[in-house]
């Protein structure tokens, strides 16, 4: 008997193909019913997380001005109640002295000058807590974070995503350094996790180490100095951050998102924290990037977190990650291709959306769950007739759902 084949076109690379056929082997599907096809990505992005891109998303680098540094954008974030955007980075990036609360500083990305402005920092509560276990030190804060107010939110300079790097899935607890080179798509539509648990896996994306994972090895620990020691010359105090390890950063991922990706069973991605520093207790390798000198760990590597619970505390804001849902009254999708399908034809439908604020993300049905997709055009060869529809999503939540019929013509075409 002729075994029937479903072919998958995808662009997640080959870690991507080895976790689907594991996941195929624990549903009991045997390998060869699915013939996996390497996509052409729809919208390819071949840019390296430091470079000037538009729109910017988290996991981008961005430089201050006025003196400060290099780091890197964490979520994009509404800010509720306030009918506001932001980007959720860390405060120490900042241009002034750490946790003094410089707010009004001018923002770039990807570097000083030029039009790369994108906004200005609107809230960054000083580091001034007294409590108990601050220990007396100088500067001690339950945060290391901070908000950028986009220059505007509405135009194609802001978007609610983090992005995805070439090799994002190979650098998990290995202590390794990941690609910078952007890929093909882009995380989005973020849930929040309400607290962390040790023994998580997480993941950061940051602008000179890209996206790594590792294991969370404790969670609300106060650290001083970067160390969890305070000593009479300590001078910067954290309370009860989350640290994680075996995952690689450097210098410039300070602000790095953290979360839990997106999975092949449909579960959506995390947001979890923002990246604050590393841990220098311990033994770590550390190696300089010829490019830029900037310093990255590769091994034992340790880094510290703020949890999105902590965040919304330290802002005094409620903040969410993901888009607001509105209804579609700024986009309308029509579908362009073949409305009449034969037997044995290769077709290709294109999705146009109109109105909204790009870039678009979109999700393709059709012949009843026989055909599924997620870029913007699909290719399919029926068997039948049917219903193909489309539902297009821009960077801020507004939403359309193109439609076309698809009728039969067998043997011949009509």
Partial sequence: MRMRCVRVTHNGGESWEAEFASSLAGLGIPREAVVLTPGNGGRMLTDDL???????????QFWMGQGGTRCTLGFPVRVLFYDDYAWLTASHCDPGTDGNGVTGADVYQDTVGGNNHIGEISVNPAWDL????CDSVPKCTSGDVMLIEPDDPTSSMFTMGVLQTEDWNSHVSTNTRGSRTVAWEAWHHFEIVPFVVAGDTVYKAGRTTGVTGGWVSKTCENYYDGDTVSTANTMEAFLCFDE????????????????????????????I???????????QTWTTDSEDNSQYCTANCRWIFTEWPSIEVFLSRYLSPRPATIQSTGISVTIDGSSTAWQGAELTWAAVPNGGTGPYWYEWAGFEGAMTG????????????GLVEVLVWDAFGNWGLGNLTVTWCGQYAC
Avoid: Q
């Avoid at 430091?50 to 981008?60: E, H, S």
């Avoid at 924290?273 to 033994?283: E, K, P, T, Y």
């Avoid at 997620?374 to 029926?382: A, E, K, L, R, V």
């Fill in 273 to 283: 924290g923002i990246l604050s520093a590393a841990v220098h207790a311990g033994s």
């Fill in 130 to 133: 007294t409590d108990v276990e």
């Fill in 244 to 271: 994680v390890r075996d995952a690689s950063a450097g210098t410039g991922d300070s602000g790095s998102p953290v979360f839990y990706p997106a999975d092949v069973y449909g579960n959506p991605p995390y947001a």
């Fill in 374 to 385: 997620s870029d913007s055009t699909i290719t399919y060869t029926p068997t039948e007739g």
């Fill in 50 to 60: 430091r470079d000037r891109m538009r729109p910017v998303y988290g996991g981008n």
